[in-house]
């Protein structure tokens, strides 16, 4: 059982940058499969990034790819999802989701465990 708590969401003008927090209780992150996913109003909820923490294997959406970076501090077993040139298309829910498989999934159900989100608002 882990228990994840997310952080950071907020505010940011077009090309700005933000970092999101996922602080997780209960089990390491490194024992979890860890990613991000995203929902605008109205549409699913879609992948964003996901790492699989014992095989360093990371996959980002096409549509961050280059912009969004996720990682990890084992010392506070928080995982990050850090931001950069953000698009108003970003504006979202984010969540952070826990997947105790062993290949990195882009697809929700995949997931064990979520956090309850934080919105992220990119103004332009």
């Known amino acids: 059982q882990v228990q994840l708590v997310e952080s950071g969401g907020g505010l940011v003008q077009v090309g700005g940058s933000l970092t999101l927090s996922c602080a997780a209780s209960g089990r390491t992150v490194s024992s979890y499969i860890m990613g991000w996913f995203r929902q605008a109003p109205g549409k699913e909820r879609e992948f964003v990034a996901a790492?699989?923490?014992?095989?360093?294997?990371?996959f980002y959406a096409d549509s961050v790819k280059g912009r969004f970076t996720i990682s990890r501090d084992n010392a506070k077993n928080t995982v990050y999802l850090q931001m950069n040139s953000l698009k108003s298309e970003d504006t979202a829910v984010y969540y952070c989701?826990?997947?105790?498989?062993?290949?990195?999934?882009?697809?929700?159900?995949?997931?064990?465990?979520w956090g309850q989100g934080t919105q992220v608002t990119v103004s332009s």
């Open positions: 989701a826990a997947d105790l498989g062993v290949a990195v999934a882009t697809t929700a159900y995949n997931y064990d465990y």
């Open positions: 790492k699989n923490w014992r095989t360093t294997s990371t």
